[in-house]
């Protein structure tokens, strides 16, 4: 879908990998090692992108990208 190519493309670029290398079953901290400060800068890039708010409570919620992926699908 193009929400999933345009969140690939996000988290290609924060998490600083090939967007070939991404999958919606990656673990944000496990797989992708995202720090704190990335995975700020994704939640307000998505934030942006999308048209989304994300809450503290919510974002602590996001394991895998698939999680993300089902929020910005709505």
Same mark, same amino acid.
């Given at each position: 879908?193009?929400?999933?190519?345009?969140?690939?493309?996000?988290?290609?670029?924060?998490?600083?990998?090939?967007?070939?290398? #991404?999958?919606?079953?990656?673990?944000?901290?496990d @797989?992708? +090692?995202? /720090?704190?400060?990335? %995975?700020?800068? #994704?939640?307000?890039?998505?934030?942006?992108?999308? @048209?989304? +708010?994300? /809450?503290?409570?919510? %974002?602590?919620?996001?394991?895998?990208?698939?999680?993300?992926l089902?929020?910005? +699908?709505?």
């Open positions: 879908s193009e929400k999933r190519e345009k969140l690939f493309t996000i988290l290609a670029q924060v998490a600083e990998r090939p967007i070939t290398e #991404l999958s919606l079953e990656q673990r944000l901290k @797989d992708l +090692e995202l /720090d704190s400060t990335q %995975a700020l800068d #994704l939640l307000s890039s998505i934030e942006e992108e999308f @048209d989304v +708010e994300i /809450d503290e409570m919510e %974002a602590a919620k996001f394991e895998t990208v698939a999680d993300l089902a929020k910005v +699908e709505g």
